[in-house]
């Protein structure tokens, strides 16, 4: 379906366009294509068929950029082995499908029933954008939720009805996850229970435990959170949250789940800690892999002749994705994706929130919301290292640009929301943008009209990579348009080796399709620019980029017209 207007794009993203109906995805009631979210509730009363919905569940995760919360209503229950095995079912879900591909960390289940929590939809405290719901569940559920929002003014949300998609996938693996050694099978059987670990960028495993935790304790939890100067050997430490930024996950995410539960964080320094010494302390969850630790807290407190307690053991069973539940595996995940440039671009992140004035908590969301979407799992070309090299050129014209911020905030969103396959990456990328604004607005922060409208055209002209009309840009930011377009194509006049790399990024990126379909494509599209009177506007750099980029693609051209000769 490529047309000349689009050919630049593909040529750059190297891709099929896929329409999102071909997900098999029904949504209706008002979601748009292109609409993103910030925070939205899915509410839902507990329902099997929602094993085979995982298409339904990615889209949602796409449509959402910050928080999705599931709240799960079912029939009344007592059992804390039931709770934990519909639990680890639905984080086996995300985990099955997404293999943390989109904002899974950000997916939080919750049971308001269970832990008698006020739901989201009718909490002043959340800010909530969208009510996700299915039509069957509306007059027992939504209706009487969305009556107390109303009579409670909160802010107003998208009322959003979703349809189960005809197209199923069969159920898949399921972590086998146990709770042993309890005294009993009742709910909130403990006092005071304790549990402790580093909860570094918290993830599915995380969730469990703790979720598994607040099902055991009816009173009080001590957590001993590791304390940075533990954390000194992690492997990739530089993507380590620090200790205030993981303490407030915790917290965050248990109030979220059993806001009646006094928490009592604790700075873990020691492989005992807290649990060593609370004299009120019932019991202590622990994990296969923490086993060892929960035999130095009884030796502990025997020792110091302290009350003995119950050490409970959470087992998560051999699953083939098990790998993907690990912070470490997380932070891997962010170094590999930026290789030598997660530093500098931090740096230069920084730089220029302090330029707008963004206060230090707000700056710190939006670095790791960025950070994190750069790192995702299909991206191999369009990580941190194509936007360091995209500010690293902006940087080299600093003499000549009119609009440096303008430039650079276009720079960070351009590829912010990015789907090989979706049509609608630049809309998207503007509605994030736009999101990024109205939270500066809330701290009466405000971009100057220009800038903002220049950000906006800059990211949408990356579709086509035309110059926007100069009655929209106006003539003075003509030259910050070549130079923003012309940096975003320089890798096109890469050295070889460089280039080579790039092309083989751009490939695996769109594994999906096939060789031939690919290698057609791709032909067609580098032709395209190849046709083009020059493909670098500003001076400097066509001298620079014009004629390696052109050799670079014929060159890539002919391998590719090689390889589809044999095939055929």
């Known amino acids: 379906r490529q047309t000349s207007s689009d050919s630049v794009q593909w040529a750059r993203r190297g891709g099929q366009e896929t329409d999102a109906e071909q997900m098999g995805i029904i949504i209706i009631g008002g979601m748009e294509k292109s609409k993103l979210y910030k925070n939205a ?3 839902v009363v507990w329902n099997p068929e929602l094993l085979v919905q995982r298409d339904l569940f990615v889209s949602l995760m796409k449509s959402v ?17 039931e709770v934990v095995e519909i639990c680890s079912t639905l984080y086996s879900l995300l985990e099955n499908e997404a293999s943390g591909k989109y904002i899974l960390r950000n997916v939080v289940f919750l049971f308001p029933r269970i832990f008698s929590a006020q739901p989201i939809i009718t909490r002043p405290d959340m800010e909530i954008d969208a009510v996700f719901y299915f039509a069957s569940d509306y007059e027992e559920l939504i209706a009487p939720l969305m009556k107390i929002r109303e009579d409670a003014k909160l802010s107003p949300a998208s009322l959003v009805q979703l349809a189960l998609s005809p197209k199923v996938s069969e159920a898949g693996e399921k972590w086998k996850i146990t709770a042993e050694n309890l005294p009993s099978k009742d709910l909130f059987q403990f006092n005071v229970l304790a549990l402790g670990g580093t909860f570094d960028h918290i993830h599915s495993g995380h ?5 598994v935790a607040a099902l055991m304790t009816s009173k009080k939890m001590y957590i001993g959170l590791s304390v940075d100067q533990l954390l000194i050997k992690k492997k990739n430490k530089e993507c380590l949250q620090n200790y205030q930024t993981r303490r407030n996950c915790l917290m965050t995410y248990l109030n979220l789940l059993h806001p009646h539960l006094a928490v009592d964080i604790v700075e873990l320094k020691d492989p005992v800690g807290i649990a060593g010494t609370a004299a009120d302390l019932e019991a202590l969850l622990v994990t296969t892999e923490t086993r060892l630790g929960g035999g130095m807290v009884v030796d502990t407190r025997k020792k110091n002749k302290m009350s003995s307690i119950t050490v409970c053991e959470l087992s998560f069973g051999p699953m083939k994705v098990s790998d993907k539940i690990s912070s470490t595996g997380i932070r891997e995940k962010i170094r590999s994706k930026a290789v030598s440039s997660l530093e500098p671009c931090l740096v230069q992140w920084n730089s220029l929130m302090k330029e707008i004035k963004v206060p230090d908590d707000l700056n710190q969301f939006w ?11 299909w991206r191999y070309y369009h990580t941190l290292s194509h936007i360091q090299h995209f500010l690293q050129i902006i940087d080299m014209q600093k003499d000549v640009t009119k609009n440096s911020v303008a430039l ?4 960070w969103f351009h590829d912010a929301i990015y789907y090989p396959s979706s049509t609608t990456n630049e809309e998207a990328s503007i509605l994030l943008f736009e999101n990024f604004e109205r939270d500066l607005k809330k701290r009466g922060i405000s971009l100057d009209s220009s800038t903002s409208s220049l950000v906006k055209l800059l990211i949408q002209s990356t579709k086509t990579h035309q110059i926007p009309k100069i009655a929209e840009l106006g003539s003075e930011n003509e030259s ?23 092309a083989i990024s751009i490939r695996s990126e769109y594994n999906h399709l096939s060789d031939m379909e690919y290698r057609k494509g791709r032909i067609t599209a580098l032709n395209s620019i190849l046709h083009l009177e020059e493909i670098f506007r500003t001076p400097n750099l066509k001298t620079k980029y014009e004629e ?3 050799r670079n693609m014929l060159k890539e051209i002919s391998l590719l017209q090689q390889f589809c000769q044999v095939i055929m």
């Open 367 to 377: 670095c790791d919301l960025i950070r994190d979407k750069y790192s995702e799992d």
């Open 408 to 411: 650079k905030l276009a720079a």
């Open 41 to 43: 509730v899915l509410s």
């Open 480 to 502: 910050d348009a070549k130079l923003f377009l012309d940096a975003d194509l320089a890798i096109l006049g890469s050295e070889e080796t460089e280039y080579n790399l790039y």
């Open 548 to 550: 390696i980029a052109r």
């Open 207 to 211: 969730k469990i435990m703790l979720a």
């Open 65 to 81: 950029y910050h928080n999705l919360y599931v709240e799960v209503y079912t029939k009344p229950i007592t059992n804390v082995h």
